[in-house]
């Protein structure tokens, strides 16, 4: 096995028993960077001195037998989340020069840790999309098959994981933006309850609905970065003063018994491919035949949840980024000879196409006259859905689905089209509006050689028993284990 194929919980043994160094396995992990990035274009920006010099202090910490399990671990960090002194564009031309003065909380805490930071990865512009072709800068490809998207929006993150130039990745989700390209790219990502990570030094897209979460190799390894990230922040008001507990110690608890419901109104859906129905279906029989008690359950609002998050989510994105009026920081527009003209120029040239689609949208639907008609009806409809999931586990612990209508698609294949691509999120928004906690864990492949992803959602707090229902699932799969060519 090459260092950088290691999972974290494997590097991080070794590490602590002194036979590797982080410098050793950092510069591994480097390598292999600049061997694939032709490839995969999974970075934005690398940070091949920084992550060195981080390496040489882990491994004066480890020397001392002072290590954590991140502690020499090399990360990547999806570009929307505050690195002091390290570009953080959001893959934006608005913000491509940006500079954060300070540290996001989860990135204090993972340096706490004495994690080594390799580089900020690709996404689309502001989390905006299900297939980073929305990045001003690059395009990332499918470490699985370099001709389709890795998903989206955290798709350099899952394309960095999946091809090993990093042990495990932050992404964030809105609306599905790490579930989604960990399915598609054959890895585990977690989308934790609204409030159990901070989101201080996220950049904000649709702030009630913004969470940043772990993509990572398997789910031991989730859970180790869950168990770094987590926790209130007194900088973040939305943040929950919930303890923390180890989320690997619910690993290996018991599943027998455990109830999953299966929410019809998912498997019945309209646009489900009959491949990815097929993979979702044997992963609930292996989940019986492990003990697990499988009940019919509905979420009756599920049609309902596209067009509520897609009036919910532009209108918080178009508050939130007014700030980039081209005053305080970010990208200006010099040639403009009145103020008016200054903030329409460097807006129309900041932004790409569908942040502003996405921009007009929300303004429209927040102005006086719409406002009750627009985001006023789906707040009421957000409400419905969060019903829905309130009853539903009365009946059940968990709920079992599919993270997307379809495997990953061609690059180029919608990007015509954003009602299809708005579609796609058909499975993972509904979490977002209730603010429950979901992941993905790989259950198969299509016959095209596709990953194809398993969702897992329960009610709030509840990540420990997704995580050990991912988990068992694990042991007795070997999905996980499988790896892309390059
Ligand atoms: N694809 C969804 C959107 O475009 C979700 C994005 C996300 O979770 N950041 O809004």
Redesign the pocket.
Same mark, same amino acid.
Not at 127 to 130: C, E, T
């Given at each position: 096995m090459k260092l950088y194929e290691l999972t974290i919980s494997h590097a991080a043994a070794l590490l602590g028993r002194q036979e590797l160094t982080s410098q050793e396995l950092t510069l591994a992990v480097l390598e292999r960077i600049h061997a694939v990035e032709d490839r995969v274009g999974a970075f934005i920006t690398l940070n091949d001195e920084l992550a060195m010099a981080q390496a040489e202090i882990a491994d004066k910490t480890l020397s001392e037998g002072k290590g954590t399990a991140l502690t020499g671990i090399p990360l990547a960090i999806k570009d929307l989340i505050c690195t002091q002194g390290v570009r953080t564009t959001c893959a934006s031309r608005i913000l491509e020069n940006f500079i954060p003065p300070y540290d996001a909380t989860v990135i204090k805490k993972l340096k706490a840790t004495g994690a080594v930071l390799v580089g900020k990865v690709n996404m689309?512009e502001f989390?905006?999309? *299900?297939s980073t072709e929305n990045s001003a800068f690059k395009i990332t490809h499918n470490p699985w098959d370099l001709s389709r998207i890795p998903g &989206? !929006? *955290?798709g350099g993150s899952a394309a960095a994981v999946a091809a090993d130039m990093c042990l495990g990745s932050l992404g964030?989700?809105?609306? &599905? !933006?790490?579930r989604?390209p960990a399915s598609h790219c054959g890895v585990v990502g977690m989308k934790p309850t609204y409030g159990r990570v901070s989101r201080f030094g996220l950049v904000a897209?649709a702030s009630s609905?913004?969470q940043i979460g772990p993509i990572a190799k398997d789910t031991r390894d989730c859970a180790l970065l869950m168990n770094a990230i987590s926790g209130y922040d007194p900088q973040d008001s939305t943040s929950v003063p919930e303890p923390v507990p180890d989320y690997t110690g619910f690993l290996n608890g018991d599943i027998k018994g455990l109830v999953a419901g299966i929410p019809r109104e998912y498997h019945a859906s309209k646009g489900l491919d009959p491949e990815v129905a097929q993979a979702v279906n044997r992963a609930i029989q292996t989940l019986q035949d492990l003990g697990v008690r499988c009940v019919d359950v509905s979420l009756p609002h599920t049609e309902y949840a596209v067009a509520a998050?897609?009036v919910i989510?532009p209108c918080e994105a178009s508050s939130n980024l007014a700030r980039y009026d081209g005053v305080k920081y970010g990208f200006r527009d010099k040639t403009a000879g009145t103020l008016m003209e200054m903030y329409r120029n460097t807006r129309s040239k900041g932004f790409g196409s569908e942040v502003q689609r996405r921009i007009i949208l929300g303004t429209y639907s927040l102005s006086a006259g719409y406002y009750d008609a627009y985001y006023g009806k789906a707040s009421q409809v957000r409400t419905l859905i969060m019903d829905d999931f309130t009853k539903a586990f009365q009946q059940c612990d968990i709920l079992i689905s599919p993270v997307a209508p379809t495997p990953a698609f061609a690059i180029g294949d919608n990007t015509d089209d954003p009602l299809t691509?708005?579609l796609?999120?058909v499975f993972?928004?509904s979490a977002?509006l209730a603010g429950i906690p979901g992941m993905s864990v790989p259950c198969g492949f299509s016959t095209k050689g596709l990953p194809i992803g398993l969702q897992l959602m329960g009610p709030h707090f509840s990540e420990g028993n997704l995580l050990k229902t991912a988990y068992h699932f694990e042991q007795t799969t070997d999905f996980h284990k499988k790896k892309a060519i390059l």
């Open positions: 689309d989390a905006m999309g *299900s &989206g !929006s *955290s964030s989700d809105t609306g &599905g !933006s790490i989604q897209f609905l913004d998050y897609y989510a691509m708005y796609s999120d993972t928004l977002n």
